[in-house]
């Protein structure tokens, strides 16, 4: 199993992408992203994604270097249709105009519209706090086969149909919840099979709804599904996100028949705190949240009681220095992705290597 240093991986995806058509900017984009997905953690949302994003590609599903369409930009609204653009670009451009936006007049509702996928929506909302904007977004993914049962379901209708939400603190988010509404993101029952390993105890579900831990039918048969978290809470949100973004911004919903690629939609409500209170004031009430939560009696059998978020900086903090692991079978699908786009062996270790540590 490799283990690559975040430059050497940032390298190697900058050159996959611009061999897909990527003009630089974008490439580098996607990279960043994908790479900081790694750092933070998610390596569902990390490198992995490499291989199908140059499936879809190859389908014509993944357009690279899309001119997004502005829909509509009035006062505090703003609709922006991907058309299919790479997910990553298309949705950093898209939250910088909301955040321009929520700048002059305190707060944007960005609808955001047919992404390819845009990987981990945290990394939007780090952007939207870089920049003292609270930011809050519904997403549902669509064009792609079901993989959420929803509670009381023994199958799937929706997708992994993410939440998050985030403020600002000194040096980024103050506090980050940025989550699937599945009891794990579906790349992770990706990287469990890729490793050869199992899902936690009920996570899935198999092709007659019964509870079970191995993801061989869920990503090999696209068979079962990944049960919604926190009953039917969770499963109300992962609703909730469906029609925020497939009624309300406009995107496709996961009703509309897939042709196999991912399609991002999201509605983000991206408010200047500044232009609410004294940002200080602000600053100091998150910190109090914070200190009152954290200060609990620890349950048995728990180290410490985290804020949405914290473990995101650590293992970036820790991946940083000590590099990336990589699977060998997530290794040897990103090769073979990278040479399905006439990169051959030489020019990916030459890439790769140039950039280790
Ligand atoms: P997760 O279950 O690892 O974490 C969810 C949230 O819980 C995070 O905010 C994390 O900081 C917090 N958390 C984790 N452990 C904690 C603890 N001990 N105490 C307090 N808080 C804790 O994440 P996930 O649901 O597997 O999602 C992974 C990523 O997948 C996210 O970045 C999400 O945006 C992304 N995603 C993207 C799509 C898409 O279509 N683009 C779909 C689904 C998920």
Not at 42 to 61: I, T
Not at 129 to 158: K, M, P, W
Not at 175 to 183: E, S, Y
């Amino acid at each position: 199993m490799p283990t690559l240093m975040p430059q050497a991986l940032r390298a190697m995806t900058h050159l996959i992408a611009r061999r897909m058509g990527s003009e630089d900017a974008e490439a580098a984009e996607v990279a960043d992203h994908l790479v900081r997905a790694n750092l933070a953690g998610h390596d569902s949302h990390g490198v992995g994604m490499l291989p199908s994003y140059v499936r879809n590609f190859h389908n014509g599903l993944l357009v690279p270097n899309q001119a997004p369409e502005t829909v509509l930009d009035a006062g505090a609204l703003l609709v922006i249709d991907a058309k299919r653009g790479f997910g990553q670009q298309m949705a950093a451009n898209a939250v910088k105009r909301a955040i321009a936006k929520a700048k002059e007049m305190g707060a944007c509702v960005l609808a955001f519209r047919n992404a390819s996928h845009i990987g981990r929506i945290g990394t939007y909302a780090e952007l939207a706090a870089s920049r003292g904007c609270a930011f809050t977004a519904f997403v549902n993914v669509a064009d792609h086969h079901d993989i959420q049962a929803t509670f009381g379901a023994a199958e799937a209708r929706l997708g992994t149909n993410p939440f998050c939400c985030a403020v600002p603190g000194s040096d980024g988010p103050a506090v980050m919840l940025d989550m699937a509404t599945t009891t794990i993101a579906a790349g992770k029952a990706r990287v469990a099979y890729n490793k050869g390993t199992t899902v936690p105890d009920g996570c899935l579900i198999d092709a007659d709804g019964n509870p079970t831990n191995d993801p061989t039918g869920l990503i090999r048969d696209h068979a079962g599904a990944l049960r919604a978290f926190g009953a039917h809470k969770g499963s109300g949100l992962a609703v909730m996100c469906e029609i925020m973004t497939a009624a309300i911004a406009g995107g496709q919903g996961s009703f509309v028949p897939g042709k196999g690629g991912t399609l991002n939609s999201m509605l983000a409500i991206v408010i200047d705190v500044s232009k609410i209170g004294d940002p200080a004031k602000v600053d100091a009430d998150i910190q109090a949240v914070k200190t009152h939560v954290k200060s609990a009696k620890v349950a048995p059998g728990v180290e410490e009681v985290l804020m949405p978020g914290e473990p995101e900086r650590r293992m970036a903090a820790k991946r940083a220095q000590a590099g990336i692991d990589v699977d060998d079978t997530t290794w040897r699908d990103i090769r073979a992705a990278a040479q399905s786009l006439g990169i051959d062996d030489a020019e990916f270790d030459r890439t790769v290597g140039a950039n280790r540590r």
